[in-house]
């Protein structure tokens, strides 16, 4: 069982993580919009390029909310006093792969398959 401290100390870094996926995401918008024909491009190829880079932003940005939701599981874990218990058989996770990734939904065992 995970002391005050330790509980303190993820939700601590649950925010910070969830505060910095917000702004990387601020900051991967422009990225991410639509690519429009530039007649000033040289041509076929500069327009596939900004496809190509708009998809990879787009791909980051669900990645980014995929945390986000994960992030958020774990916050309303705590508030339901479940956070550290294994949301697949209900068993305590280890503490060391909580401090690896305090999102993590499971344990080991139940990660394995």
């Given at each position: 069982m995970l002391t005050d401290e330790e509980l303190a100390d993820f939700?601590?870094?649950?925010?910070k993580l969830a505060a910095e996926i917000e702004r990387e995401d601020d900051l991967?918008?422009?990225?991410?919009a639509r690519v429009t024909?530039?007649?000033?491009?040289?041509?076929?190829?500069s327009r596939?390029?900004?496809?190509?880079?708009?998809?990879?932003?787009q791909a980051?940005?669900?990645r980014r909310q995929a945390s986000r939701v994960r992030i958020a599981a774990a916050l309303?874990?705590?508030d339901e006093a479940e956070y550290g218990y294994?949301?697949?058989?209900g068993d305590e996770i280890a503490p060391a792969r909580l401090?690896?990734?305090?999102?993590?939904p499971t344990c080991l065992s139940c990660a394995k398959g």
């Open positions: 939700r601590s870094r649950l925010l991967g918008k422009p990225a991410q024909l530039d007649q000033q491009s040289v041509g076929r190829l596939m390029d900004a496809m190509q880079q708009q998809a990879m932003a980051t940005g669900r309303a874990r705590m294994c949301s697949e058989c401090q690896l990734d305090p999102a993590i």
